[in-house]
């Protein structure tokens, strides 16, 4: 499975972005996928998640302003990024991982399998 994102910019505080990530391959079934983001000198941390039945999760820093959805006919899951603000700044990574059972997608780096390459986020004030 390959992922591709694509979308990411230059904002100002409060302006909005929104995020694609297109899966190609064989992904099974049933799936999470997952937007991950590093900020400089900082560890990945997770997001936002969508499983297969649209079961959503967010991290607290962005709930209310990110929502992620997805399109199974195109295999892509979008992230529209509202309000941004500076400490959004990141470079953005798609995540996705094959499951054998619906239910919240938890946002562990260590369970996802596979990778986009990122898309930077700059928000400035």
């Known amino acids: 499975v390959q992922l591709l994102e694509s979308g990411g910019g230059s904002v100002q505080f409060g302006g909005s972005l929104s995020l694609s990530c297109e899966a190609s391959?064989?992904?099974?079934?049933?799936?999470?996928m997952a937007w991950f983001r590093r900020s400089p000198g900082q560890v990945r941390e997770g997001v936002s998640g969508?499983?297969?039945?649209?079961?959503?999760n967010y991290a607290d820093s962005v709930k209310g302003r990110f929502t992620i959805s997805q399109d199974k006919a195109k295999s892509t899951e979008y992230l529209q990024m509202n309000n941004l603000k500076p400490d959004d700044t990141a470079m953005y990574y798609c995540?996705?991982?094959?499951?054998?059972?619906?239910?919240?997608?938890?946002?562990?780096?260590?369970?996802?399998?596979?990778w986009g390459q990122g898309t930077q986020v700059t928000v400035s004030s």
């Open positions: 995540a996705a991982v094959q499951t054998t059972s619906p239910g919240v997608c938890l946002l562990w780096e260590t369970l996802f399998g596979f």
């Open positions: 969508i499983d297969s039945d649209g079961i959503t």
């Open positions: 391959g064989h992904m099974a079934s049933r799936s999470c």
